[in-house]
Nanobody, 114 residues
């Protein structure tokens, strides 16, 4: 199973981007899945996560602006990012926590700048 993240790029403050994370292969038991991000010079942090029961959790800094979702038919997870701020700049990594192992995407760069 591989995760392919895409959708990053350059956005202006207040703008939007939608990240995608496509999974090739089948993961039979998913505990939770989401996105982490790493800003320049900072530690990686959780941005958003969705658990197996459908509940979601967001970092306080992105609440009300980011939305995590998935399309099971497409085996794809999304992160809709609205009202972007310069502090959202960083590399975004998608992940899936399975029953026996974790899976990670390669990261996609998001830059928010005017």
């Amino acid at each position: 199973v591989q995760l392919q993240a895409s959708g990053g790029g350059l956005a202006q403050p207040g703008g939007s981007l939608r990240l995608s994370c496509a999974a090739s292969g089948i993961i039979f038991s998913i505990n939770r899945a989401g996105w982490q991000r790493q800003a320049p010079g900072k530690q990686r942090e959780l941005a958003a996560v969705r658990t197996s029961d459908g509940s979601t959790n967001y970092a306080d800094s992105v609440k009300g602006r980011f939305t995590i979702s998935r399309d099971n038919a497409k085996n794809t997870m999304y992160l809709q990012m609205d009202n972007l701020k310069p502090e959202d700049t960083g590399v975004y990594y998608c992940f899936i926590v399975g029953r026996t192992r974790d899976y990670w995407g390669q990261g996609t760069q998001v830059t928010v700048s005017s």
